[in-house]
């Protein structure tokens, strides 16, 4: 549980991840925005809080790993790393552009701190589970963390993922479904609505939680709570807005991939940089 301090450290390091990831797609002039957008407090908690990690060293055996299938939300990934050190914070204005580190679709390969690559959608579930079963024949303590998006649901491979996951125990595993009801195309609800998902995760023998997917402390909250159950996977389901904090991507449809004039972030980047500010103030 985050105590006053860390909770303030942790919303303060949200807001600068957000300002990052706005500077990375204002220089770009376009780019996935809604997706990325979405989980940012997912990973203020993580690499701010919950995660073990060592950016000196990004292929430590002992760190937790952090598997995002949906890989196309890699420019809020790449801030954080950036932000922790995991490489230099100039990196980031050469997003997905020739010769870059930082390609639209995470990387292993090309950049540090990234442990797999994604963006196929469905094969980062596979993927994680590989990983976690692994680390769990090993005797290791390790976590793996895997954020899917509730669009990627669509996907028979992520279901397929979740009966392995249920069946062999796989609870060094917390799943989080970046539930913001949007997909490429439209609303997921108007392209296949997947109904109820806690329950639907329950059915295939996982213990779910529905949290406010923008709230620090519920996320941390259910991350410790998931942690306590043993006898069965866990799944944290995240109840967000696409494009959160970006108003010119926030309650658009479409949303998934938006190109920005000159200038257009400006002012998103001014509010979320003066909340950084206030955050960090109170430190």
């Given at each position: 549980?985050?105590?006053?301090?860390?909770?303030?450290?942790?919303?303060?390091?949200?807001?600068?991840?957000?300002?990052?990831?706005?500077?990375?797609?204002?220089?770009?002039?376009?780019?996935?925005?809604?997706?990325?957008?979405?989980?940012?407090?997912?990973?203020?908690?993580?690499?701010?809080?919950?995660?073990k990690i060592d950016p000196t060293n990004p292929k430590w055996e002992d760190r937790d790993w952090y598997i995002q299938s949906k890989g196309h939300a890699g420019p809020a990934t790449y801030a954080t790393l950036a932000l922790k050190g995991y490489f230099p914070m100039?990196?980031?204005?050469?997003?997905?552009?020739?010769?870059?580190?930082?390609?639209?679709?995470?990387?292993?390969?090309?950049?540090?701190?990234?442990?797999?690559?994604?963006?196929?959608?469905?094969?980062?579930?596979?993927?994680?589970?590989?990983?976690?079963?692994?680390?769990?024949?090993?005797?290791?303590?390790?976590?793996?963390?895997?954020?899917?998006?509730?669009?990627?649901?669509?996907?028979?491979?992520?279901?397929?993922?979740?009966?392995?996951?249920?069946?062999?125990?796989?609870?060094?595993?917390?799943?989080?479904?970046?539930?913001?009801?949007?997909?490429?195309?439209?609303?997921?609800?108007?392209?296949?609505?997947?109904?109820?998902?806690?329950?639907?995760?329950?059915?295939?023998?996982?213990?779910?939680?529905?949290?406010?997917?923008?709230?620090?402390?519920?996320?941390?909250?259910?991350?410790?709570?998931?942690?306590?159950?043993?006898?069965?996977?866990?799944?944290?389901?995240?109840?967000?807005?696409?494009?959160?904090?970006?108003?010119?991507?926030?309650?658009?449809?479409?949303?998934?991939?938006?190109?920005?004039?000159?200038?257009?972030?400006?002012?998103?980047?001014?509010?979320?940089?003066?909340?950084?500010?206030?955050?960090?103030?109170?430190?």
């Open positions: 549980m985050l105590n006053e301090k860390e909770l303030t450290r942790v919303k303060a390091f949200a807001a600068q991840i957000r300002v990052e990831t706005l500077k990375e797609l204002a220089h770009l002039g376009f780019g996935h925005v809604g997706g990325a957008m979405s989980i940012v407090e997912t990973l203020a908690v993580l690499y701010g809080k919950q995660m100039d990196w980031l204005l050469t997003l997905n552009q020739g010769g870059t580190n930082l390609p639209s679709h995470c990387d292993r390969t090309k950049t540090p701190g990234i442990d797999m690559t994604t963006g196929s959608l469905g094969q980062g579930v596979s993927c994680a589970l590989g990983v976690a079963h692994a680390l769990k024949l090993d005797g290791k303590d390790n976590y793996v963390y895997l954020m899917v998006g509730d669009g990627e649901l669509n996907e028979g491979q992520v279901w397929e993922g979740a009966m392995y996951a249920s069946a062999k125990n796989i609870n060094n595993l917390i799943w989080f479904v970046d539930w913001n009801k949007q997909q490429l195309d439209g609303n997921t609800a108007d392209v296949l609505d997947m109904g109820d998902l806690s329950k639907k995760f329950e059915s295939f023998g996982f213990n779910a939680l529905v949290v406010n997917g923008h709230c620090v402390k519920a996320i941390d909250e259910a991350i410790d709570a998931a942690k306590a159950v043993t006898d069965k996977p866990s799944v944290i389901i995240l109840d967000t807005i696409k494009g959160y904090g970006c108003s010119a991507a926030e309650g658009v449809v479409p949303n998934h991939h938006i190109a920005f004039k000159p200038g257009q972030l400006d002012g998103d980047i001014e509010r979320w940089q003066a909340e950084y500010e206030k955050l960090s103030a109170q430190l």
